[in-house]
T-cell receptor, first 113, second 113 residues
Framework: AQTVTQSQPEMSVQEAETVTLSCTYD???????LFWYKQPPSRQMILVIR??????QNATENRFSVNFQKAAKSFSLKISDSQLGDAAMYFC??????????FGTGTSLTVIP | DTAVSQTPKYLVTQMGNDKSIKCEQN?????MYWYKQDSKKFLKIMFS???????INETVPNRFSPKSPDKAHLNLHINSLELGDSAVYFC????????????FGPGTRLTVL
């Protein structure tokens, strides 16, 4: 069964600094996608970034980037130049062929001014 | 234009009552979901429909009954509400294809008194 693990329930970062959120997953599939979602206090789930398993190049979206290590089944999210608006719950998610998504338990990120 | 909408956004009710939450998506997606997010922020899949057909039915009390009148709608009816049903319920939708992310509704905060 697919599982997604986020081992850091809480993280904090100083404004303008960089923080990395960890995610590991378990799968025997070769074709899948990985996603990071952000859930701010408004509770709306927002897609931050996605990564295709077949692509070796790490995805980047502005200040957000991933470190995708396929062999290690690791998919961490790096937030550079952290801003107060980055404070949120972050969820890692996995999708293989089919319709089911698997979510991690989330990491609560606090940004310290 | 709202992509995935849910009504109501807040629902406060007494134990034992029956209530419904409605979800609509205007994205042309073929798969819709219901998730329950508890106080610890864990996201738990409840149901999924693909083209109006039930494809995921996790271990959920049979007091919960989903209904999909068409591909754009997935409603959730809850009978005999219990205190433990208090949570935020999210509707989501996606397209078939492993690269496609889920789009989430704004959530419905259900409080059972």
């Amino acid at each position: 069964a697919q599982t997604v693990t986020q081992s850091q329930p809480e993280m904090s970062v100083q404004e303008a600094e960089t923080v990395t959120l960890s995610c590991t997953y378990d799968t025997s599939e070769s074709d899948y996608y990985l996603f990071w979602y952000k859930q701010p206090p408004s509770r709306q789930m927002i897609l931050v970034i996605r990564q295709e398993a077949y692509k070796q190049q790490n995805a980047t979206e502005n200040r957000f980037s991933v470190n995708f290590q396929k062999a290690a089944k690791s998919f961490s999210l790096k937030i550079s130049d952290s801003q107060l608006g980055d404070a949120a719950m972050y969820f890692c998610a996995y999708r293989r062929l089919g319709n089911q998504f698997y979510f991690g338990t989330g990491t609560s990120l606090t940004v310290i001014p | 234009d709202t992509a995935v909408s849910q009504t109501p956004k807040y629902l406060v009710t007494q134990m034992g009552n029956d209530k419904s939450i409605k979800c609509e998506q205007n994205l042309g997606h073929d798969t819709m979901y219901w998730y329950k997010q508890d106080s610890k922020k864990f996201l738990k899949i409840m149901f999924s429909y693909n083209n109006k057909e039930l494809i995921i039915n996790e271990t959920v009390p049979n007091r919960f009954s989903p209904k999909s009148p068409d591909k754009a709608h997935l409603n959730l009816h809850i009978n005999s509400l219990e205190l433990g049903d208090s949570a935020v319920y999210f509707c989501a939708s996606t397209l078939a294809g492993v690269r496609n992310e889920q789009f989430f509704g704004p959530g419905t905060r259900l409080t059972v008194l």
